[in-house]
């Protein structure tokens, strides 16, 4: 069976600078998708960045970029020039050949003014 | 694309009564359903998969005949708590999936108390 792992529970992170949160998994399968959601206040489960594990290019979106590293099961999220609104809990997720979607246990992320 | 409609966003109930949620898809078809419980503080646990026309698939220690989930078409599926008790109260979002999004959307939630 597959796993996630999100080794920070909480961040914090000044306005405008950079952070990076860490995820690992761990499968015996060689074609999958990665996830990172964002999951506000609000509980509204929003799609940050996507990853097609065949795919050696880093997915980037904007201020959000990840580091897939597929022989090390590792896919960190960096998000540059933090803001106020990028306060939420953050989801790394794998999604297996069954098309289920399991998730890690999410990284809170503060961002201070 | 990929707009999931939740409803209702909370709901409260009493012990024993029976409470429905829908999810629809509104601009594209769900071949597949996911049901997810989200308990506070934590991450979204797998409850049942269920795919048009078909039984639903449900998670090991997940009731089946507590959570009932019907998926008769491809834009619309319920979830219903049957005989609520207040362990069951959580936060339960669904994700309807089609073959046009790779990126699984969610539906908005509901919270349901149970008293």
């Known amino acids: 069976a597959q796993t996630v792992t999100q080794s920070q529970p909480e961040m914090s992170v000044q306005e405008a600078e950079t952070v990076t949160l860490s995820c690992t998994y761990d499968t015996s399968e060689s074609d999958y998708y990665l996830f990172w959601y964002k999951q506000p206040p609000s509980r509204q489960m929003i799609l940050v960045i996507r990853?097609?594990?065949?795919?050696?290019q880093n997915a980037t979106e904007n201020r959000f970029s990840v580091n897939f590293q597929k022989a090390a099961k590792s896919f960190s999220l960096k998000i540059s020039d933090s803001q106020l609104g990028d306060a939420a809990m953050y989801f790394c997720?794998?999604?297996?050949?069954?098309?289920?979607?399991?998730f890690g246990k999410g990284t809170r992320l503060h961002i201070l003014p | 694309g990929a707009v999931v409609s939740q409803h209702p966003s909370w709901v409260i109930c009493k012990s024993g009564t029976s409470v429905k949620i829908e999810c629809r898809s509104l601009d594209f078809q769900a071949t597949t359903m996911f049901w997810y419980r989200q308990f506070p503080k934590q991450s979204l646990m797998l409850m049942a998969t269920?795919?048009?026309?078909?039984?639903?698939?449900?998670e090991q220690g997940v009731e089946k005949d507590k959570f009932l989930i019907n998926h008769a078409s491809l834009t619309l599926s319920t979830l219903t708590v049957t005989s609520a008790h207040p362990e069951d109260s959580s936060f339960y979002i669904c994700s309807p999936y089609g073959t046009a999004n790779y990126g699984y959307t969610f539906g908005s939630g509901t919270r349901l108390t149970v008293v």
């Open positions: 990853q097609e594990a065949y795919k050696q």
């Open positions: 997720a794998y999604r297996n050949r069954d098309d289920k979607i399991i």
């Open positions: 269920s795919n048009e026309g078909s039984k639903a698939t449900y």
